[in-house]
């Protein structure tokens, strides 16, 4: 599995969008982006993916550069619900069974 | 919207115990795995389960555990002889056909005392 590297730590404040980068730069190119979170111990929750295209869904947006070496999560107006430990993971399409690789994350704290 | 489920949500066991971690994957999802999580550090993958066989364990993943799909709704981890190092979180999750993503269960808390 590619690695990824996020940092260890941001703040935002309520109300305002978080933006939470991501970088894997030894991307194959059949592997996808996926964002998780998990919110103090509970498990793991999905949040989106994508290959190459921005995705976009109810809980966030997935930006992906064009050359793949990095991707931004965007919660566009975070809540104090939103603190968590975000996840970035790349690997091939689940239909093929791989297992998930999970890194150290990056703490996101909400702040009113 | 279908969830994993794991039952019990939290299990106190004395060191050298037997205990059993249960789970019931999304209906109609072919992939299983466990996962497990100590207290203050990564989720790490153990084991992986497909067509009633293993198909991928971690190195974590020793002969102290076991996983079984016992009947069509269940999907087990048995830790044999339980040890101090074994408390963490555990958790099971799911992938059906497709490109839809890994569901997780919000785990069981295993103490071992």
């Known amino acids: 599995d590619a690695k990824t590297t996020q940092p260890p730590s941001m703040d935002c404040a309520e109300g305002r969008a978080a933006n939470l980068p991501c970088n894997h730069s030894t991307i194959s190119g059949n592997e996808y982006v996926y964002w998780y979170r998990q919110i103090h111990s509970q498990g793991p929750q999905y949040i989106i993916h994508?290959?190459?295209n921005n995705e976009t869904n109810e809980m966030a947006s997935l930006i992906i550069t064009e050359d793949r070496k990095s991707s931004t999560l965007i919660l566009p107006h975070a809540t104090l619900r939103d603190t968590a430990v975000y996840y970035c993971i790349v690997r091939p399409p689940m239909e093929y069974g791989n297992k998930l690789v999970f890194g150290a994350g990056t703490i996101l704290r909400v702040k009113s | 919207e279908p969830e994993v489920t794991q039952t019990p949500s939290h299990q106190v066991t004395q060191m050298g115990q037997e205990v059993i971690l249960r789970c019931v994957p999304i209906s109609n999802h072919l992939y299983f795995y466990w996962y497990r999580q100590i207290l203050g550090q990564k989720v790490e993958f153990l084991v992986s389960f497909y067509n009633n066989e293993i198909s991928e364990k971690s190195e974590i993943f020793d002969d102290q555990f076991s996983v079984e799909r016992p009947d069509g709704s269940n999907f087990t981890l048995k830790i044999r002889s339980t040890k101090l190092e074994d408390s963490a979180m555990y958790f099971c999750a799911s992938i059906g056909t497709g490109r839809s993503p890994l569901h997780f269960g919000n785990g069981t808390r295993l103490t071992v005392t």
């Open positions: 994508g290959l190459k």
